[in-house]
Each structure stands twice: as C-alpha cells, then as structure tokens.
C-alpha cells in the first residue's frame, strides 16, 4: 500500500469508531476523580532537608561504629579459639562414605551438620562442645560473645570445642556458618 492509501484507511476507521454513550463517560470520568481523590500525591522532601538528614544519619552510623569498636581502629577483634578434634574412623563406625562421586569423577560437595551442644550452660572457661558430621573437608566462621573464629573442618565426623576463656558471663547467641549445613544458632550462658 501506498502512503496516501494508509492514510485514508486511516481517517475511515477513524471516522467509523464508536463513541461511548455520554452516561458511560461522565460515569468513567467521576471514577477516576475519585480515584485521584483517594491517593494523595507523594513527594519527595526537598534538598534543604534531605542533605542534612543524609549528612546526620551518616555521622550517627560512624559514632556508633566508633562505639562498638573502642574508638581506636588499630586494634582489632580478639580471635575466639576453637579446636577442631576429628575423630579416627567415626564415619566408617557410622557406615557412610566419606567421599562420592558424580558420573563425570567430580568430587561432591560436602554435606552434613552440627548436633546441638552437650551443654547450653557452662562455667566460665569451660568449653563448649558440639558435634559434627561431613562427607567432605569444609570451612565456615564461628562466632561467640563479639569474638570469631576461622573454621576449618576435615571430613567424618568429631567435636567443636569452642573456649569460653577470658569471654564476659552472661548469655550469648554461637553462630555457625559453614556452606556445607544450615546456619547454626544456639544460646550459649557462660556462668562467671
């Protein structure tokens, strides 16, 4: 088709279009009054305000960080300890294999978990032991009353013994963060 064509073909159906009834428009039109009635406009605050609250909110977050660190950015965290004590044959015991593979020879990715404290509550140095079990070498954080640990765990199974020394008494969440197993949260009370 020709330009001039489109255009008149155009115009046609233009011409022959319905035309809503005048009821259904005003109808329509007190629909979307109301409509716009109902939902105020949101506007942003103007930059007379949002630079200072900016400005202030970043100078709470670095006082605050100054708090909860000492003020003196040198000093880093002290290390939390934690031995890892594999147990010699204990996942045979269990009758699992340690290691599988997949069709193309590759090594799977290590599974497994952490089995709840023997004790929630403990005296203050005494330390807190928890189970573990893996089809393969793993490793995470550990974190206890402020203080962290790197965790290197080998495959099979054995023990966590997370020290409580010099840590304050009182209750504290132990966080456990390995890829291979859920999250692990326990409430740890340190007795003083």
Do not use: C
Not at 41 to 46: G, K, Q
Not at 104 to 122: C, K, T
Not at 139 to 162: H, N
């Amino acid at each position: 088709m020709e330009e001039r064509e489109l255009h008149d073909l155009a115009r046609e159906l233009h011409e022959t279009r319905a035309e809503p009834r005048p009821e259904y428009a005003r109808e329509l039109d007190g629909r979307a009054a109301e409509w716009l009635r109902e939902r105020p406009a949101r506007r942003l605050p103007s930059l007379r305000i949002a630079i200072p609250a900016a400005a202030a909110a970043a100078i709470a977050a670095v006082v605050i960080a100054l708090a909860v660190s000492g003020g003196d950015s040198g000093v880093t965290t002290q290390q939390l300890e934690v031995a890892v004590l594999p147990e010699e044959g204990g996942a045979q015991a269990l009758g699992a294999p340690l290691e599988s593979k997949d069709s193309a020879g590759a090594r799977d990715i290590a599974e497994g978990g952490l089995a709840p404290p023997a004790q929630r509550r403990v005296k203050q140095g005494e330390p807190v032991s928890l189970r573990y079990f893996f089809t393969a070498p793993t490793e995470g954080t550990v974190e206890l009353a402020g203080r962290q640990a790197k965790l290197e765990v080998p495959e099979g199974a054995g023990r966590l013994e997370i020290s409580t020394e010099g840590l304050p008494a009182g209750a504290h969440r132990l966080e456990i963060a390995l890829p291979a197993a859920p999250l692990y949260r326990e409430r740890i009370e340190i007795g003083g």
